[in-house]
Protein backbone atom coordinates (compact mmCIF):
# COMPACT_ATOMS: atom_id res chain seq x y z
CA UNK A 1 0.00 0.00 0.00
CA UNK A 2 1.21 3.85 -0.54
CA UNK A 3 0.83 6.76 1.10
CA UNK A 4 -2.06 7.50 -1.00
CA UNK A 5 -3.97 4.93 0.54
CA UNK A 6 -3.06 6.26 3.78
CA UNK A 7 -4.50 9.14 3.18
CA UNK A 8 -7.77 7.23 2.13
CA UNK A 9 -7.73 5.11 5.26
CA UNK A 10 -7.21 8.17 7.00
CA UNK A 11 -10.22 10.33 5.41
CA UNK A 12 -12.51 6.85 6.17
CA UNK A 13 -11.42 7.12 10.16
CA UNK A 14 -12.17 10.94 10.21
CA UNK A 15 -15.63 10.26 8.41
CA UNK A 16 -16.36 7.34 11.16
CA UNK A 17 -15.59 9.56 14.25
CA UNK A 18 -17.84 11.80 12.68
CA UNK A 19 -20.60 9.73 12.26
CA UNK A 20 -23.09 9.11 14.77
CA UNK A 21 -23.58 5.53 14.57
CA UNK A 22 -20.31 3.65 15.63
CA UNK A 23 -19.65 0.61 14.22
CA UNK A 24 -17.22 -0.19 16.16
CA UNK A 25 -15.83 -3.51 14.64
CA UNK A 26 -15.75 -1.58 11.49
CA UNK A 27 -13.55 1.41 13.55
CA UNK A 28 -11.13 -1.63 14.95
CA UNK A 29 -11.09 -3.24 11.07
CA UNK A 30 -10.49 0.27 10.53
CA UNK A 31 -7.65 1.74 12.35
CA UNK A 32 -5.82 -1.45 12.54
CA UNK A 33 -5.50 -1.18 8.84
CA UNK A 34 -4.08 2.96 9.40
CA UNK A 35 -1.60 0.73 11.85
CA UNK A 36 -0.76 -1.41 9.18
CA UNK A 37 0.53 1.20 6.86
CA UNK A 38 1.28 3.59 10.33
CA UNK A 39 2.91 1.61 13.26
CA UNK A 40 3.32 4.95 15.19
CA UNK A 41 -0.08 6.92 14.34
CA UNK A 42 -1.11 7.61 18.16
CA UNK A 43 -4.65 8.46 16.95
CA UNK A 44 -5.09 5.11 15.10
CA UNK A 45 -3.25 3.28 17.61
CA UNK A 46 -5.98 4.60 20.63
CA UNK A 47 -8.71 3.96 18.46
CA UNK A 48 -8.38 0.39 17.73
CA UNK A 49 -8.35 0.74 21.80
CA UNK A 50 -11.08 2.28 22.13
CA UNK A 51 -12.89 0.30 19.74
CA UNK A 52 -11.95 -2.88 21.58
CA UNK A 53 -12.80 -1.25 24.94
CA UNK A 54 -16.74 -0.53 23.78
CA UNK A 55 -16.94 -3.76 22.38
CA UNK A 56 -16.49 -5.33 25.65
CA UNK A 57 -12.75 -6.03 24.32
CA UNK A 58 -11.61 -4.54 27.78
CA UNK A 59 -8.46 -6.76 28.33
CA UNK A 60 -7.82 -6.72 24.66
CA UNK A 61 -8.11 -2.97 24.11
CA UNK A 62 -6.18 -1.75 26.96
CA UNK A 63 -2.57 -2.66 25.00
CA UNK A 64 -3.17 -0.59 22.24
CA UNK A 65 -4.33 2.68 24.82
CA UNK A 66 -0.84 2.14 26.40
CA UNK A 67 1.29 1.83 23.30
CA UNK A 68 -0.63 5.03 22.09
CA UNK A 69 0.42 6.74 25.50
CA UNK A 70 4.12 6.00 25.04
CA UNK A 71 3.71 7.43 21.59
CA UNK A 72 2.44 10.63 22.53
CA UNK A 73 2.44 10.87 25.93
CA UNK A 74 2.06 14.78 26.35
CA UNK A 75 -1.57 13.72 24.59
CA UNK A 76 -3.92 14.02 27.28
CA UNK A 77 -7.00 11.26 25.43
CA UNK A 78 -4.84 8.51 26.11
CA UNK A 79 -4.49 8.65 29.82
CA UNK A 80 -8.24 9.37 29.79
CA UNK A 81 -9.21 6.51 27.29
CA UNK A 82 -6.93 4.48 29.64
CA UNK A 83 -8.64 5.12 33.03
CA UNK A 84 -12.55 4.28 31.15
CA UNK A 85 -10.99 1.06 30.02
CA UNK A 86 -9.29 0.71 33.69
CA UNK A 87 -12.19 1.70 35.12
CA UNK A 88 -14.47 -0.72 33.55
CA UNK A 89 -12.10 -3.49 34.29
CA UNK A 90 -12.76 -2.64 38.06
CA UNK A 91 -9.23 -2.09 38.19
CA UNK A 92 -9.42 1.14 40.39
CA UNK A 93 -5.78 1.24 41.90
CA UNK A 94 -4.63 1.40 38.48
CA UNK A 95 -7.23 4.57 37.33
CA UNK A 96 -6.19 6.35 40.67
CA UNK A 97 -2.23 5.81 39.26
CA UNK A 98 -3.51 7.14 35.28
CA UNK A 99 -5.37 9.79 37.20
CA UNK A 100 -2.48 10.94 39.17
CA UNK A 101 0.02 10.47 35.65
CA UNK A 102 -2.73 12.99 34.32
CA UNK A 103 -2.38 15.53 37.25
CA UNK A 104 1.18 15.47 37.48
CA UNK A 105 1.23 16.09 33.62
CA UNK A 106 -0.60 18.91 34.12
CA UNK A 107 -4.16 17.72 32.27
CA UNK A 108 -6.43 18.41 35.02
CA UNK A 109 -8.64 19.88 31.92
CA UNK A 110 -9.25 16.44 30.61
CA UNK A 111 -10.91 15.70 34.00
CA UNK A 112 -13.10 18.02 34.15
CA UNK A 113 -13.10 20.32 30.64
CA UNK A 114 -16.10 20.48 28.02
CA UNK A 115 -13.46 18.91 25.78
CA UNK A 116 -15.69 16.40 23.36
CA UNK A 117 -12.67 14.92 21.79
CA UNK A 118 -11.78 13.47 24.50
CA UNK A 119 -14.79 11.85 25.12
CA UNK A 120 -15.46 10.67 21.43
CA UNK A 121 -16.40 7.19 23.41
CA UNK A 122 -16.69 7.69 26.86
Known sequence: ???????????????????????????????????ALSPDDFWANLLVGGCLSLSGKLAEGEPWIKKAIKLNPDMPHGYAYLAQNLAKQVKYKEVLEVVWKMLERDFPQVLTDKDQEAKVFF
Open 1 to 35: MSGSDLRVLRKQGEEWIASPNKDFMAGEILFRSIV
